[in-house]
């Protein structure tokens, strides 16, 4: 059984910083992506930034481009999210998801919890 734990959301001004971690944990084969979406409510559930786990290559949502770095530790399967410059906007419940490989089930999708950053004076 595979799970994303994120932890590090939590309250900000505006114009400070948080960095999210995602660790993927279980009998995992292979990763080949990991990811960060946002929901705010009553919004749908948006791409913040992807992370390639073969190439290293990284997207951003053009919302948070030249904000945000998405980074991983490939030893502890970990991804990690450097949220700087925050905005009233970037308020929502973060996910955590990951393409990987496990027992019986290969290129499978999954998510975390999510945590919630709130940016707020």
């Known amino acids: 059984q595979v799970q994303l734990v994120e932890s590090g959301g939590g309250l900000v001004q505006p114009g400070g910083s948080l960095k999210l971690s995602c660790a993927a944990s279980?009998?995992?084969?292979?990763?080949?992506?990991m990811a960060w979406y946002r929901q705010a409510p009553g919004n749908q559930r948006d791409l913040v930034a992807t992370?390639?786990?073969?190439?290293?290559?990284?997207n951003y949502g053009d919302s948070v481009k030249g904000r945000f770095t998405i980074s991983r530790d490939n030893a502890k399967n970990t991804v990690y999210l450097q949220m700087n410059s925050l905005k009233p906007e970037d308020t929502a419940v973060y996910y955590c998801?990951?393409?990987?490989?496990?027992?019986?089930?290969?290129?499978?999708?999954?998510w975390g919890q999510g945590t919630q950053v709130t940016v707020s004076s």
């Open positions: 998801a990951a393409g990987l490989d496990t027992i019986g089930r290969t290129g499978g999708w999954y």
């Open positions: 279980g009998t995992i084969f292979s990763i080949y992506s």
């Open positions: 992370f390639s786990w073969s190439t290293g290559s990284t």
